[in-house]
């Protein structure tokens, strides 16, 4: 139970700083700012992204749920990529400011869906 409990709040404090960043980075994306090419800027979102994903992988091996199985996790799941698409748009990708911008706020949008979902465990929380 101590290692469930270990991978719990590594996993939620992932997650907050997943949100932290990504909020960060948005708004350095629209203000233009030199800050979003720091080294330490390309790197630490990636790290803790995959502590995220390892420790969600965790925790969905010890409590036998599945995504593609279990509805709420499969929501989850197609949210994720979804987030992760969209995130590329809002900081990569995106060929306009204004484009950058819609993705980054639909990005938060399914963000706090997939938070919904993981709270209720059902894919339509709402």
Do not use: E
Request: no cysteine.
């Amino acid at each position: 139970m101590a290692y469930y409990t270990l991978l719990k709040h590594l996993h939620l404090t992932t997650i907050a700083a997943t949100f932290i960043l990504f909020l960060l980075r948005g708004v350095w994306m629209m203000a233009d700012s030199p800050r979003l090419q720091a080294r330490w800027v390309r790197v630490i979102p990636h790290v803790n992204d995959t502590l995220l994903l390892s420790s969600g992988l965790g925790l969905a091996v010890i409590l036998g749920q599945y995504p593609l199985v279990d509805g709420w996790l499969t929501a989850k799941f197609f949210a994720l990529i979804a987030y992760i698409v969209l995130g590329t748009v809002a900081l990569k990708r995106g060929k306009t400011r204004g484009q950058r911008i819609a993705a980054w706020i639909a990005a938060l949008l399914v963000f706090g869906y997939m938070v919904a979902v993981a709270r209720a465990h059902t894919p339509w929380p709402f």
